[in-house]
C-alpha cells in the first residue's frame, strides 16, 4: 500500500510545489490512516486543509484502495 501512497502523492506534488510547496510521507497505519508532513509554503498556507482534503487524500484515496483517511502531521 505505501508505494502507490507515494504514487498518488507524486501525482499531486508538481500542484504543491508550483507554490512552493511540498508533501511528504510520515506512516501509514495497519488500519488505513494515513500520515503526511506539509512542507514549504504548503506549512503556514491557511488554505492548507483544503489542499489536504481536496487535493492530496482524493488522490489517494481514489487510488489507493483501503485507506480512510488522511491527516497532516
Do not use: Y
Not at 500542484?15 to 509554503?41: H, P
Amino acid at each position: 500500500m505505501e508505494k502507490e501512497i507515494i504514487m498518488a502523492l507524486e501525482k499531486v506534488r508538481p500542484f504543491l510545489q508550483a507554490d512552493n510547496g511540498d508533501v511528504e510521507l510520515v506512516e501509514v497505519s495497519d488500519d488505513g490512516i494515513v500520515k503526511v508532513r506539509l512542507l514549504g509554503a504548503c506549512e503556514l498556507c491557511p488554505l492548507s486543509i483544503l489542499t489536504l482534503r481536496a487535493g492530496i487524500e482524493r488522490s489517494i484515496m481514489n487510488d489507493v484502495p483501503g485507506v480512510k483517511r488522511i491527516e497532516a502531521v
